[in-house]
C-alpha cells in the first residue's frame, strides 16, 4: 500500500525566517511526486518533480526530490504571512491518472 | 475562465438523508476525482472517472455513490449508510487518462455538516 508521511504537523516562524517541510513516501510505482498548497478551501499546485526533474524553484519556493532516499523537501525562503497555508504532498498511484495518496499535511503559520 | 465548480460550498443534512454534491469541469478532462478531507488530515480518495459512463471505487467508497452520464459533470452522493459524512469534499480533475505526469486541478470543495 502507498504511504506517504509528511513532518512537522504544524510550524509556527516568524516573517523572514527560512522553513523546510518533509515528505517521505513508499510507493510501488513511482511516476512523480506532486506539492500543494491549501489556504482556505481548494489545493493549488506547486510543483511536480519526476525522474527526469528532481529540482524545481519558483521565486521563494524550491523542492528537491530524492529517489534513492525516497523524500522530498520543500523551502521556502525569506517567509510572508501569505505563505500560511497547509502544506500537502502526495504521490499518483498505479500507472496512469490521478489517484493521487496524501500526506497528512504541514500547517505552517508565518506571524508578523 | 476554464475550471471546476463545486456547489454547493456549505451543506448542512439530517441523520438518514441522503444528500448530492455537484461537480462541473469545462477544463475538457476525461479524468475526475472526488476526495474527502477531516480536520487537520489529508485527502483520501472516494472515486474516481478515467472517462464518461465509468467510474472505480477508492479507498473510502462506502456510504457514497458517484454517476458518470457527462464529461464535465461527475456528482457525488452521500448516503445514509456513511457513518461519519460531515467533512469537507473536494473533486479535482486531469487530462485525459495517460501514463504522462500532470497534475490534478480542484474545486473549491463542499464542506457537509450533519445535524
Known amino acids: 500500500e502507498d504511504k506517504v508521511v509528511q513532518s512537522p504537523l504544524s510550524l509556527v516562524v516568524h516573517e523572514g525566517d527560512t522553513v523546510t517541510l518533509n515528505c517521505s513516501y513508499e510507493v510501488t510505482n513511482f511516476r512523480s511526486l506532486l506539492w500543494y498548497k491549501q489556504e482556505k478551501k481548494a489545493p493549488t499546485f506547486l510543483f511536480m518533480l519526476?525522474?527526469?526533474?528532481i529540482e524545481k524553484k519558483s521565486g521563494r519556493l524550491s523542492s528537491i526530490l530524492d529517489k534513492k532516499e525516497l523524500f522530498s523537501i520543500l523551502n521556502i525562503t525569506a517567509t510572508q504571512t501569505g505563505d500560511s497555508a497547509v502544506y500537502l504532498c502526495?504521490?499518483?498511484?498505479?500507472?496512469?491518472?490521478?489517484?493521487?495518496?496524501f500526506g497528512g499535511g504541514t500547517r505552517l503559520m508565518v506571524k508578523p | 475562465d476554464g475550471g471546476i465548480t463545486q456547489s454547493p460550498k456549505y451543506l448542512f443534512r439530517k441523520e438518514g438523508q441522503n444528500v448530492t454534491l455537484s461537480c462541473e469541469q469545462n477544463?475538457?478532462?476525461?479524468?475526475m476525482y472526488w476526495y474527502r478531507q477531516d480536520p487537520g488530515q489529508g485527502l483520501r480518495l472516494i472515486y474516481y472517472s478515467q472517462i464518461v459512463n465509468d467510474f472505480q471505487k477508492g479507498d473510502i467508497a462506502e456510504g457514497y455513490s458517484v454517476s458518470r452520464e457527462k464529461k464535465e459533470s461527475f456528482p457525488l452522493t452521500v448516503t445514509s449508510a456513511q457513518k461519519n459524512p460531515t467533512a469537507f469534499y473536494l473533486c479535482a480533475s486531469s487530462i485525459p487518462w495517460a501514463r504522462e505526469n500532470t497534475e490534478a486541478f480542484f474545486g473549491q470543495g463542499t464542506r457537509l455538516t450533519v445535524v
Open positions: 502526495a504521490v499518483p498511484r498505479g500507472y496512469a491518472g490521478n489517484m493521487l495518496t
Open positions: 519526476t525522474s527526469s526533474g
Open positions: 477544463l475538457n478532462h476525461d479524468a
